[in-house]
């Protein structure tokens, strides 16, 4: 194989392709996939098929990073596939993209690419943006191609959606759009149903696409109707319409599909659109252009406005729900207040009970009522102390070479963040800046100095998005710099590892985007800490030494403990001194008092929480607006069949039935016997395991429950 070998900054060296390979390259269906068309499309509209990277990039709505990596993917193919040649450069470096371009440094740090003479008119030739339109045959066809070609962004906006939802987990990660009705000429993202959705549809040999808001039936029975479910995204598009996303949507073309009026004022069983329309040649074809309009719009703009939609809907539910409660009243006013007083008194509380009686739900709650920022992390039994503290962990670094890094747990990262929180040093958008920073440096290294010494060194993005900087040598050793480290810096000003190069790309960024503070201005903000079922893992395994930070007597800096790890803690650690649990973190635990588990909750710990039973008959009011059909017959159920528990010997007002359960009944439409064979029978012969007499104590428990001697009747 022949060795081309280039100067690092030589992007003029001959072509190595001819145009009868790049014929038979370019007509092979198995290798051109629709990304690698798209990028070659864009850079053969441009004037004599050059631009810069970035350039056609923001043109077209899309991330310079992917183009970079369009471009790179499809030049190392055509290398890999004629197997005759390969490009270095003087340092032994791999560089594809002189296969497909030639380039030439302009204004900055841009480079101005051109493609090969020989693969424009191979393009030219075989009409290329013309053969390259997609004909599409159905909705589902269209909408197979884009989940296809959206890629990761399918994961990606899964996990935010999960987010903005709460679910404990994604749906279905290996689809953006679901479809699975061949009736329908529309489909909706995955998961969606009562939500801002991502909507497309084809009609009349037209395609539209963007924000969906349905009020079409859905199969829910509570009494919420499907305008009700809707509501509160219309409004928080109302309330967004003149954003940047908003407005830059409108600007290309979206627009809603119905007056402003009827939008504001919505009718059952209608699809309302905030979309744009393409419509498709007469034979049924869509442009690769227009196509990867749709993929850059989803995975852009569109995707922007979605989670803004979504985060101000979510805060006008909440709002909504916190003036509901002064009419509802969902909880005990009395039991919260109790529950506030003990946690704001005691900064650690237990909250101990019976299975059902919504101890996570109060814990949640309350921290809502407070404006508490809130974490919840539910124990188990392998839980330890690199999960909730520190501790090594497996990396791989940019030769494949796997090493061990010290990572923080969940809880020293919660403790952080309250700490940043009290410091005045969060940033409000610095996931957004470093992402933009990254998409400017991904077309071509960014030419930095240390600061000291004035030494030139170039930075580069990893694909796993990590800086990487390397010094202007013979042979440059490179080092990552993590989107971590360049956060920890940018906002407390703390650097250890690779300093010479970390702070001037902090500089870099804080020059030349507007990266800004969170408002922190009330300094008593709260945050909760949820422990789900603490009882269930090993206490002393999971706190080690913060047995003693964690006592409510020395939250704050006089709580400093040396951790295990602490030896491998770099100075930019906060921590590094020793941990503390800053005095703004509440400590909320769950348990029932029956798990088996419970014996391991030593008394060393016991005596760092206050202690609060939630008992069954407090947490009827979780009922109302959910059950009222069947809630008097529920009520009278419950009472009696708590009483029979307790009557049963070694049994005790801790295995009571929560009330919770009963509002399974909302799912079986009142059937109590399914609610007894489905859930509670289960439940109770686990109490009776282990009795002689296990079957006719159940059966007896049973007759209590249907109210055999109770001589009540609701027919």
Known sequence: ????????????????????????????????????????????????????????????????????????????????????????????????????????????????????????????????????????????????????????????????????????????????????????????????????????????????????????????????????????????????????????????????????????????????????????????????????????????????????????????????????????????NTLMQEISELLLTNKNLILTGAPGTGKTYLAKTLAEAWGAEHKLIQFHPSYDYTDFVEGLRPIQNEDGEVGFELRDGSFKKFCKEALKYQNNQQLSNFDEVYQKFIDDIAEENLDLKTRIRKNPFKISVSPHGYIIAKADTEAPKPMTLSKEKIQTYLETGKSLAWKPYLIPVCDYIKESYDLRMANTEDKGKKFILILDEINRAEISKVLGELFFSIDPGYRGESGRVTTQYANLQTEEDVFKEGFYIPDNVYIIGTMNDIDRSVESFDFAMRRRFAWKEIKSADRLSMWDGQIDEWSEEAEQRLIALNSAIESVQGLSDAYHVGPAYFLKLSNYDGDFDKLWTYHLQSLLFEYLRGYPDANEQLALLKNTYDLVDANVSYD
């Not at 493609?115 to 030219?124: G, K, S």
């Not at 909408?143 to 903005?164: P, Q, S, T």
């Not at 995975?299 to 509901?324: C, H, P, W």
């Open 1 to 332: 194989m022949e060795q081309i070998v280039v100067k690092s900054d030589d992007y003029n060296s001959e072509s190595q392709v001819t145009k009868k390979e790049w014929l038979r390259v370019l007509s092979d269906n198995s290798f051109m996939t629709n990304n690698y068309k798209f990028a070659l499309s864009i850079f053969f509209l441009e004037p004599e098929h050059k631009a810069t990277c970035k350039y056609v990039a923001e043109k077209y709505h899309t991330s310079p990073f992917s183009l970079s990596g369009f471009i790179t993917g499809f030049s190392r193919g055509v290398q890999e596939r004629l197997s005759r040649f390969e490009i270095t450069t003087e340092e032994g470096a791999k560089t594809y993209w002189l296969v497909t371009m030639l380039g030439k440094k302009v204004a900055g740090n841009l480079f101005e690419w051109k493609l090969r003479d020989e693969l424009v008119e191979a393009m030219q030739e075989l009409e290329y943006i013309n053969a390259s339109a997609i004909k599409i045959d159905s909705i589902s066809h269209l909408v197979g191609l884009i989940n296809k070609d959206v890629g990761d962004f399918k994961k990606h906006f899964l996990m935010a959606r999960k987010d903005l939802v709460g679910n404990q987990r994604v749906t279905n990660s290996k689809i953006l759009f679901k479809y699975d009705s061949e009736e329908r000429e529309w489909a909706i993202n995955e998961g969606a149903g009562t939500e801002v959705q991502f909507h497309i549809y084809l009609s009349d040999n037209k395609i539209g696409y963007g924000l969906g808001f349905n009020t079409l039936y859905v199969r829910f029975k509570d009494d919420k109707t499907p305008i009700q479910y809707i509501k509160p995204y219309m409004n928080a598009f109302t309330a967004l319409k003149e954003s940047d996303e908003i407005t830059k949507l409108a600007d290309r073309g979206f627009k809603l599909n119905m007056d402003e009026e009827d939008f504001e004022n919505p009718v059952e069983d209608e699809h309302y659109l905030f979309g744009r329309i393409i419509e498709l040649d007469h034979g049924q074809k869509l442009s690769l252009v227009d196509y990867y309009s749709i993929i850059n719009d989803l995975r852009g703009d569109l995707f922007d406005a979605y989670k803004n939609i979504f985060n101000l809907a979510n805060k006008l539910t909440m709002n909504e729900q916190v003036s509901a409660q002064n009419i509802q009243q969902p909880i005990n």
